[in-house]
């Protein structure tokens, strides 16, 4: 397999259009968990939506590149509802890149830099329910139900199902 790796985004031009070239081409995963395309303000929360209680330095946005070139972005936020947990904020992958394992290895990757942040010992991921894919994906991935299911809100359409998986 070519080089896989990942990368911290800051924002610039060139990492915005690497966002932007993954929201566009992953409309499938914006239709099937909000019913509409991803919309324009994607990109700019992608690197400045924090929850309330949380700084810019606790949100890590990241790109996934194979072969030097984008093909998925993702989150990490640490301290999510404790402070020995994180959170992955989100991991979507180009259609045309899934089914090469490159997700398998942006969650092992994920995971190293959760583990290599001071104090964290799990880690969490929320899926909207009826994305039935991506809760497989992360069950095969260790990934077990917390029993906690958030119920729907703005902008999903199914409540959002709670996994988590110690480091």
């Known amino acids: 397999m070519e080089s896989f790796?990942?990368?911290?985004?800051?924002?610039s031009e060139a990492a915005r259009r690497d966002v932007a070239s993954i929201v566009s081409a992953a409309a499938d995963y914006y239709l099937t968990v909000q019913g509409t395309p991803a919309p324009p303000?994607?990109?700019d929360e992608f690197f400045t939506a924090v929850p309330p209680g949380y700084a810019l330095e606790d949100?890590?946005?990241?790109?996934?590149y194979a072969a030097g070139q984008v093909v998925g972005i993702g989150g990490l936020?640490?301290?999510?509802?404790?402070?020995?947990?994180a959170m992955i904020g989100l991991l979507v992958l180009?259609?045309?890149?899934?089914g090469k394992g490159y997700g398998q290895?942006?969650?092992q990757l994920i995971e190293e830099m959760a583990r290599s942040l001071p104090g964290i010992e799990r880690l969490r991921v929320g899926v909207v329910a009826c994305n039935t894919n991506a809760?497989?994906?992360?069950?095969?991935?260790?990934?077990?139900?917390?029993?906690?299911?958030?119920?729907?809100f703005a902008p999903f359409?199914?409540?959002?199902?709670?996994?988590?998986?110690?480091?």
């Open 135 to 152: 809760l497989g994906f992360w069950r095969r991935m260790g990934y077990a139900d917390t029993g906690e299911v958030k119920p729907r």
């Open 157 to 167: 359409l199914d409540d959002v199902v709670i996994l988590e998986k110690p480091l």
């Open 105 to 107: 290895l942006a969650v």
């Open 94 to 98: 180009d259609p045309a890149a899934r």
């Open 5 to 11: 790796e990942m990368r911290v985004l800051r924002e």
């Open 77 to 85: 936020l640490k301290g999510w509802n404790a402070p020995n947990k």
């Open 41 to 43: 303000e994607e990109i």
């Open 59 to 64: 949100m890590f946005p990241l790109g996934f």
